[in-house]
Each structure stands twice: as structure tokens, then as C-alpha cells.
């Protein structure tokens, strides 16, 4: 019975892919006109569903909340919409008439798309909203714990994309999950590109496809406080950002590095937030709970709320409570409350100045979040190069909450659910993943003219001065010293032959 479900979903991928190549080689001949008239169907039907799709993510998945995602649904609709309407993505994209250049931009073809658990529904508007506005199809693979959001956030897409003129088969969705049919879409012949966001084992399976892959590395993002920053701000955004969702976005901070001078009267504002901060014995039962022996987070508590946490940790908290804090005082297997944590659970450390605090951020990344991002609370620019000059990231994110600035809420970033974090983690990509990443362009080059070549003359060297010069710098010998040396080696295996 059970392969009987396996070859189904196999088959089912092999049928959608099929589906898919059809309705692309139609898509790529659609004018800019057609493709942005798909788009705008596409987001009035994201943000009718975005109330919706969100109770249904929450609903199956149990992580995150109502609010958040319904805020997340609206942004992957109308804030993406915004930013990628005025985008070139078919025919002559650029005209350079001084260098006689022209780009041409063409679809990739036939995109795979990994859903992950945290934010299904989306991951999915967003995903088929740039890949279709660059002309190519999409089939998702959600994750098993959410099929059913994503399946319907994938059908609303569908229905708005083909209600304006797009192609059936455009947009598809795997309904029978399993490994097996993931792994099938992600290395079937039509697939072009694979656009990964889950855990990091399917990210680097993706990478191991043999497939182009744009993935999302996991974010260990640690949250610098330095002595001129805004302390209630700081304090209110880190909050902000870290509770947003509950801590499913790979953005959202996960620790807090203040200075020494004003880490007290931080503590004091982020209590005033809600924060509230674990003494050692809670440390330790929440860190059992939170965390599994690898390093990695106990699913049971992703995205889930602080009163959750609290009660399979067995201990009490206050009822205003929207995060958990760990005073911390390194990085590392000792330490498990150091790794990326998508809930609500933050770490602190305290530094004797921004000098140290550099360098515990840069331990932080080091243990699971190395080219995603680091937050940073200051009004000292000096400081603030420093750590965008030093840092393996590729969002420094400056006085504003992570998790909503990493993503381009908060921030003038692209607005995306993939964060790319370049070849520190093992990918292509170091920006936001937009339609842009899935072109092709085409480059059209007219003849310029011959560069001038200037001819230079063979060095002509006298031999006869050459070895005149050779001699004269070659080591002088003493000829009697050589004799002297001759005579006592002679005298020296005469002695030896008897």
C-alpha cells in the first residue's frame, strides 16, 4: 500500500512538470502587456485570500499566528506587486546606445519551488508571482505538514493567472507528498531551476540536484545594541521583529549583543516589551525543550507562542509575556540556546564595547548563520561600517526590526521569501531573490572598431657583451685554494688504505 502511494506521487510530479513545460513554451510568447495583466489578477487574488489562507496555514501547521500571516499573505500580494509591476521582463529590456548593447531578458523555463512548513501560503503567492512575471511556469512541493494551505494558495493562483489569459498547467502542485516525488520534480529533465526554502537538508539536496538552485541558508541573526542607539526603540523592535510570527521568519533575531554600559537599561525596556528573562534553572529546562542535541530546534516548538514554551518547559511566566530571553555567555554545543531559533525564544549576551560585541556577532554567525543577515541598533555610522565592512552577511539591518527589514517590509530591499545568502552558504545568490533571478538576458553587441595594437621592437642584445657580462659576474675561484684542498683530500685516503 505504501509504494502503491509512492509511485502515485511520482507519477503525479512526472504529470505536473509535463503540465507545466506545455503551458510555459505558450507563456514565453505572451507580450509585457499579457504578463503584467496575469500579475495584477494574480495579486487582487492574493489579498482577497490573504485572511483565509492565513487561518488555514495556522490551522494545519499549528505555528505562527493569524494576524502575521495574513500580513505576510498581503505583503508577498500587493507590497510585492508594487515593486515588481514597472519591471522590463520580456523582449528588449535595455538599450545601451553609446556602448551599441541590447539585453533581451527570456524565461529560464519550467521553475520547481520548495515550500517550507513556516510560511506556506506565502512562499507560494510569492514565488509564482515573480516566476510568472518573468514567463515561466511553477510546480511547488510543499512540505507534509502543510499540503493542504498550499495546495489552496497554489489553486487561487492557478485560477487568477489562467482568469487572465495565462495558459492552463501554469502553476502546479504536488497533493500527494512524499521525498520521493520532491526529489523526482527537483531532477526532472524539464525542471530549469529549483527555488529552495525549507530546511537545510532539502536546501543542499536541491544544491546536489545537478539543477541551478537559488536556496536560503538558515539565519543565526544576532541583534547588536551599541551605547548611541535609541534604547526603547531598540528594545521595541528587536521585540517586533523576534515575536513576528511567532520567530518563523529565518530573518528574525535570535540574539541579543549589548554593550555592558547600557545593557541594564535595555533589559529594563525590553521587559517594558514583554521580554521576560529566564534565570539559569530556566535556561536549562527551556533549552531542553527548544533544542535538540545536534544543534538544530525541536519542531514541536517552532513558531509556537512563550506560554507554550513555559509549559513543556514546566516553568512559570507572566501572562504579558511575548518572548522568552536567555542570558548567555557563549556560543557554542554548551550553549544551546546559541543556534537559530525559529520561535520565541531570544539569547543576550553582554560585551564590554562594540569591539567585542563585533566579535560575538561574528561567533554567532559562525555557528549556523554565516551570509544571511545581522541586525544592528546604533546612530554611530563609524560603528556601523565597521560591522557592514567585517561581517559575513549580506543584509546588515540598521535600527529596525529583523525579521520584517530582512524580507523588505521595513526596509528598501526587495520584498521576497527568499533571501539569498551567497557563497558563504553555498549559493549563487547574495540579494533578495526577484523576477530578475529568473531571466535569462540575452546580450546583442555591435562592432565598436579595432583597438589600436602598438607593435614594440624585439630587444636586440649583443652576444658578445652578454657573455663578457656573464663572466664578469660570475663567482672568482682561487686556484692555489683549490690545489690546497686537492692535497689535503689525497692525503686523507692515503691515511684511509691502511
Same mark, same amino acid.
Given at each position: 500500500?505504501?509504494?502503491?502511494?509512492?509511485?502515485?506521487?511520482?507519477?503525479?510530479?512526472?504529470?505536473?512538470?509535463?503540465?507545466?513545460?506545455?503551458?510555459?513554451?505558450?507563456?514565453?510568447?505572451?507580450?509585457?502587456?499579457?504578463?503584467?495583466?496575469?500579475?495584477?489578477?494574480?495579486?487582487?487574488?492574493?489579498?482577497?485570500?490573504?485572511?483565509?489562507?492565513?487561518?488555514?496555514?495556522?490551522?494545519?501547521?499549528?505555528?505562527?499566528?493569524?494576524?502575521?500571516?495574513?500580513?505576510?499573505?498581503?505583503?508577498?500580494?500587493?507590497?510585492?506587486?508594487?515593486?515588481?509591476?514597472?519591471?522590463?521582463?520580456?523582449?528588449?529590456?535595455?538599450?545601451?546606445?553609446?556602448?551599441?548593447?541590447?539585453?533581451?531578458?527570456?524565461?529560464? =523555463? !519550467?521553475?520547481? $519551488?520548495?515550500? +517550507?512548513?513556516?510560511?506556506?501560503? @506565502?512562499?507560494?503567492?510569492? *514565488? %509564482?508571482?515573480?516566476?510568472?512575471?518573468?514567463?515561466?511556469?511553477?510546480?511547488?512541493?510543499?512540505?507534509?505538514?502543510?499540503?493542504?494551505?498550499?495546495?489552496?494558495?497554489?489553486?487561487?493562483?492557478?485560477?487568477?493567472?489562467?482568469?487572465?489569459?495565462?495558459?492552463?498547467?501554469?502553476?502546479?502542485?504536488?497533493?500527494?507528498?512524499?521525498?520521493?516525488?520532491?526529489?523526482?520534480?527537483?531532477?526532472?529533465?524539464?525542471?530549469?531551476?529549483?527555488?529552495?526554502?525549507?530546511?537545510?537538508?532539502?536546501?543542499?539536496?536541491?544544491?546536489?540536484?545537478?539543477?541551478?538552485?537559488? =536556496? !536560503?541558508?538558515? $539565519?543565526?541573526? +544576532?541583534?547588536?545594541?551599541?551605547? @548611541?542607539?535609541?534604547?526603547? *526603540? %531598540?528594545?521595541?523592535?528587536?521585540?517586533?521583529?523576534?515575536?513576528?510570527?511567532?520567530?518563523?521568519?529565518?530573518?528574525?533575531?535570535?540574539?541579543?549583543?549589548?554593550?555592558?554600559?547600557?545593557?541594564?537599561?535595555?533589559?529594563?525596556?525590553?521587559?517594558?516589551?514583554?521580554?521576560?528573562?529566564?534565570?539559569?534553572?530556566?535556561?536549562?529546562?527551556?533549552?531542553?525543550?527548544?533544542?535538540?542535541?545536534?544543534?538544530?530546534?525541536?519542531?514541536?516548538?517552532?513558531?509556537?507562542?512563550?506560554?507554550?514554551?513555559?509549559?513543556?518547559?514546566?516553568?512559570?511566566?507572566?501572562?504579558?509575556?511575548?518572548?522568552?530571553?536567555?542570558?548567555?555567555?557563549?556560543?557554542?554545543?554548551?550553549?544551546?540556546?546559541?543556534?537559530?531559533?525559529?520561535?520565541?525564544?531570544?539569547?543576550?549576551?553582554?560585551?564590554?564595547?562594540?569591539?567585542?560585541?563585533?566579535?560575538?556577532?561574528?561567533?554567532?554567525?559562525?555557528?549556523?548563520?554565516?551570509?544571511?543577515?545581522?541586525?544592528?541598533?546604533?546612530?554611530?555610522?563609524?560603528?556601523?561600517?565597521?560591522?557592514?565592512?567585517?561581517?559575513?552577511?549580506?543584509?546588515?539591518?540598521?535600527?529596525?526590526?529583523?525579521?520584517?527589514?530582512?524580507?523588505?517590509?521595513?526596509?528598501?530591499?526587495?520584498?521576497?521569501?527568499?533571501?539569498?545568502?551567497?557563497?558563504?552558504?553555498?549559493?549563487?545568490?547574495?540579494?533578495?531573490?526577484?523576477?530578475?533571478?529568473?531571466?535569462?538576458?540575452?546580450?546583442?553587441?555591435?562592432?565598436?572598431?579595432?583597438?589600436?595594437?602598438?607593435?614594440?621592437?624585439?630587444?636586440?642584445?649583443?652576444?658578445?657583451?652578454?657573455?663578457?657580462?656573464?663572466?664578469?659576474?660570475?663567482?672568482?675561484?682561487?686556484?692555489?685554494?683549490?690545489?690546497?684542498?686537492?692535497?689535503?683530500?689525497?692525503?686523507?685516503?692515503?691515511?684511509?688504505?691502511?
Amino acid at each position: 500500500m505504501e509504494l502503491d502511494r509512492d509511485l502515485c506521487s511520482l507519477q503525479e510530479a512526472r504529470n505536473l512538470v509535463r503540465a507545466a513545460r506545455k503551458a510555459q513554451e505558450a507563456l514565453k510568447d505572451f507580450t509585457q502587456e499579457q504578463v503584467d495583466k496575469i500579475i495584477d489578477l494574480m495579486r487582487e487574488a492574493g489579498e482577497a485570500n490573504a485572511a483565509r489562507l492565513a487561518m488555514m496555514a495556522v490551522s494545519e501547521t499549528g505555528m505562527g499566528n493569524y494576524e502575521d500571516k495574513c500580513f505576510k499573505n498581503y505583503f508577498a500580494s500587493r507590497t510585492l506587486y508594487d515593486f515588481i509591476k514597472p519591471m522590463k521582463t520580456v523582449g528588449i529590456i535595455r538599450e545601451d546606445r553609446e556602448q551599441k548593447l541590447w539585453e533581451i531578458a527570456e524565461p529560464v =523555463g !519550467v521553475i520547481a $519551488g520548495i515550500i +517550507p512548513t513556516t510560511n506556506p501560503t @506565502s512562499t507560494v503567492i510569492y *514565488k %509564482a508571482m515573480i516566476a510568472l512575471k518573468a514567463r515561466n511556469a511553477i510546480v511547488f512541493s510543499p512540505h507534509p505538514s502543510a499540503v493542504r494551505c498550499t495546495n489552496e494558495a497554489a489553486k487561487i493562483m492557478h485560477q487568477a493567472a489562467v482568469a487572465a489569459g495565462a495558459p492552463e498547467g501554469v502553476i502546479g502542485c504536488i497533493l500527494n507528498v512524499s521525498m520521493g516525488a520532491t526529489n523526482e520534480l527537483m531532477k526532472h529533465p524539464s525542471i530549469a531551476m529549483i527555488l529552495a526554502t525549507g530546511g537545510s537538508a532539502l536546501v543542499k539536496a536541491a544544491y546536489s540536484s545537478g539543477k541551478p538552485a537559488l =536556496g !536560503v541558508g538558515p $539565519g543565526n541573526v +544576532p541583534a547588536f545594541v551599541e551605547r @548611541s542607539a535609541d534604547l526603547a *526603540k %531598540a528594545a521595541e523592535y528587536i521585540i517586533m521583529g523576534k515575536t513576528f510570527d511567532n520567530g518563523t521568519i529565518c530573518a528574525s533575531e535570535q540574539a541579543i549583543v549589548a554593550e555592558e554600559c547600557i545593557a541594564d537599561d535595555l533589559i529594563n525596556h525590553l521587559k517594558r516589551f514583554g521580554a521576560h528573562f529566564l534565570d539559569p534553572e530556566e535556561v536549562t529546562k527551556v533549552s531542553k525543550v527548544v533544542m535538540l542535541g545536534n544543534g538544530g530546534v525541536n519542531p514541536k516548538v517552532v513558531g509556537k507562542d512563550p506560554k507554550f514554551i513555559a509549559q513543556l518547559a514546566g516553568i512559570s511566566i507572566p501572562d504579558r509575556t511575548r518572548c522568552l530571553v536567555a542570558p548567555l555567555s557563549g556560543v557554542g554545543p554548551q550553549w544551546p540556546l546559541s543556534y537559530e531559533k525559529l520561535t520565541t525564544v531570544l539569547g543576550f549576551y553582554r560585551v564590554a564595547d562594540w569591539h567585542e560585541g563585533c566579535e560575538r556577532s561574528f561567533q554567532l554567525l559562525e555557528a549556523g548563520g554565516v551570509g544571511h543577515s545581522l541586525a544592528i541598533h546604533c546612530n554611530n555610522e563609524e560603528v556601523i561600517r565597521e560591522f557592514a565592512l567585517k561581517k559575513p552577511v549580506n543584509r546588515i539591518l540598521v535600527n529596525t526590526p529583523a525579521a520584517m527589514g530582512g524580507v523588505g517590509a521595513t526596509t528598501g530591499l526587495a520584498p521576497s521569501f527568499t533571501l539569498g545568502c551567497g557563497t558563504w552558504a553555498g549559493s549563487s545568490v547574495s540579494e533578495n531573490v526577484t523576477p530578475q533571478h529568473l531571466l535569462n538576458i540575452k546580450r546583442v553587441a555591435w562592432h565598436l572598431g579595432i583597438p589600436e595594437r602598438k607593435l614594440v621592437e624585439p630587444m636586440k642584445v649583443n652576444q658578445t657583451q652578454a657573455q663578457a657580462q656573464a663572466q664578469t659576474q660570475a663567482p672568482q675561484v682561487d686556484a692555489q685554494l683549490v690545489q690546497e684542498i686537492i692535497k689535503q683530500v689525497m692525503q686523507h685516503l692515503n691515511g684511509m688504505k691502511c
